[in-house]
């Protein structure tokens, strides 16, 4: 996201007003805060400021990770409709490698989506399963028809359509159609926004599906500027409370491992320590 001078320092100086509100507010632990921590090192990272950025992304004190672990599954389990937090704490349990865990949310996703009408149902479903490189087939089926839906479901001018494609073309990744799924992710990196998750997500999934179609080289050139994305990013298992609130980072870094395996490209080193079980 780019912005003239003036509007540069309005919208910075709004994201720390925010993080310093709830921080007060919430307490520095609460899923919010650390959302709004998120948000403003996206700001640092696309402003060119990587050691803020990266600073931010640090656990805020020690035993972070566990607690807004913890405050996850609680609002989850309170609120089974979130579909949204449901998503994204079956990612970080892919992530954990938690891989039954993961299955039993997507499972409940997926039966909940199975009769709506509502795009961002399928969308939400869809993805927290097709993240899975090792799909079981039956779960795989219906992973990828409401990763289809969605797209189907959603009006052209959805501000949300660009997600619809990336989602629609992971389907077709899973569902061995890299050629219609690259050309859903060249759709949908053409629309305007310069959102880094969406970005890192659509290239990575886009360098799967060049891989598969064995364009080895279009694969490192995607996976490259997929690595600009994602620089210091730990590889799975390690995590910190603030990343654990960017699923679309977490599915996209896995994506990315898959993918250095298909190309034989060297996995990322570790750069925080693993949370625990």
């Not at 279009?218 to 600009?228: F, G, P, S, V, Y």
């Not at 730990?234 to 995590?239: D, E, I, N, S, Y």
């Not at 250095?260 to 625990?276: C, E, F, R």
């Amino acid at each position: 996201m780019r912005f003239d001078a003036g509007r540069e320092d309005e919208a910075l100086k709004l994201r720390k007003e925010v993080l310093t509100l709830e921080r007060k507010v919430l307490g520095p632990g609460h899923p919010d805060v650390l959302l709004a921590m998120q948000n403003l090192a996206d700001y640092y990272f696309d402003a060119g400021r990587e050691d803020e950025a990266l600073k931010l992304q640090e656990d805020p004190k020690p035993g972070a990770s566990d607690r807004a672990l913890a405050a996850l599954r609680q609002m989850v389990a309170a609120n089974p409709a979130d579909t949204d937090r449901a998503k994204n704490l079956a990612t970080v349990y892919l992530w954990l490698g938690q891989t039954n865990e993961h299955q039993a949310i997507c499972r409940r996703l997926l039966d909940l989506a199975a009769n709506s009408k509502d795009p961002t149902s399928h969308e939400r479903a869809a993805k927290a399963y097709l993240i899975h490189a090792h799909p079981e087939p039956e779960m795989l089926k219906q992973a990828v028809a409401s990763g289809r839906q969605a797209l189907q479901l959603a009006a052209t001018n959805d501000v949300n359509r660009a997600w619809f494609l990336v989602t629609a073309a992971m389907a077709a990744v899973r569902d061995g159609k890299p050629a219609e799924a690259e050309s859903l992710l060249d759709e949908a990196l053409k629309v305007p926004g310069d959102l880094r998750n969406r970005r890192s997500l659509a290239l990575a999934y886009r360098t799967l599906a060049r891989a598969h179609l064995g364009r080895t080289e279009e694969a490192r050139a995607d996976l490259a500027e997929l690595e600009k994305l994602l620089h210091a990013f730990p590889a799975p298992p390690a995590l910190s409370a603030v990343l654990l609130l960017q699923p679309d980072l977490l599915a996209a870094c896995l994506a990315q491992e898959e993918a250095k395996a298909l190309i034989g490209a060297p996995s990322a080193p570790v750069a925080v320590p693993p949370l625990p079980k």
